[in-house]
């Protein structure tokens, strides 16, 4: 499989353009430095989810913007009125996060971008990170509604099981291309998704990874999700 490399973009322009493109998507589909999340729970029961890192949902943007090892912040229009950060300690590879307020200035929703490129291998590699960590924070990970990912599975064996349609067809541009040819009006805004989640319920949260194919351009990008649900509008 070959590697597509696009014209370079700068983060803080391909994170507010796959806001843009995502938003409707994951709406319908319902950790920083390696520090875990805000998590409890036991063995016996649900794990309750309060938060990203040292984001808690339900903060205001000012208490966002107040986490000072993640600052700059900078301003991201598509996510109304959110911020986004690409500097401190960020794990895995992670490029930024963004953070997503309701109308009472209270953070509901995370999104951690893994991966926004136009090579099919660096955004395989970028969901087999996210996968291992929901693995390392919540369990067992399914695929789509309900199909079980073995545990601990290596790049390889993860990489063999990615479904028809996400690997390259030979017939795409790259998306700088594509926009530079007055194509923006084609894109897809519902766009070839896969989708990973804890198997177990979650309280208080929806925390799930998307795999999206950004058709008829190279570019994908993978996004973590991370949804307060007692703030949703």
Do not use: C
């Amino acid at each position: 499989m070959g590697t597509h490399s696009g014209a370079t973009r700068s983060p803080r322009a391909a994170i507010t353009l796959a806001v843009v493109l995502l938003s409707v998507g994951a709406a319908a589909g319902a950790d920083a430095g390696g520090a875990p999340q805000s998590l409890e729970g036991t063995e016996n029961s649900a794990p309750s989810v309060t938060g990203y890192g040292p984001w808690e949902f339900g903060m205001s943007l000012e208490e966002v913007t107040a986490v000072e090892e993640y600052a700059p912040y900078e301003p991201v229009r598509a996510s109304m009125g959110g911020v986004e950060t690409s500097s401190g300690p960020l794990a895995d590879g992670v490029k930024s996060i963004s953070f997503v307020f309701n109308s009472a200035d209270e953070l509901y929703d995370i999104r951690v971008w893994y991966d926004i490129g136009d090579s099919y291998e660096e955004a395989v590699g970028a969901l087999h990170r996210a996968y291992m960590h929901l693995e390392e924070r919540f369990g067992p990970v399914r695929a789509g509604s309900g199909f079980r990912l073995d545990e601990g599975m290596s790049l390889e064996d993860f990489a063999a099981l990615m479904p028809e349609g996400h690997e390259p067809s030979g017939d795409e541009v790259s998306f700088d291309d594509y926009i530079k040819g007055g194509g923006e009006e084609g894109v897809n805004t519902n766009p070839l998704q896969l989708r990973l989640g804890p198997a177990a319920s979650l309280h208080e949260a929806v925390v799930f990874v998307s795999y999206a194919t950004i058709r008829p351009t190279t570019m994908r990008i993978v996004t973590l999700y991370y949804r307060g649900t007692e703030f949703l509008e």
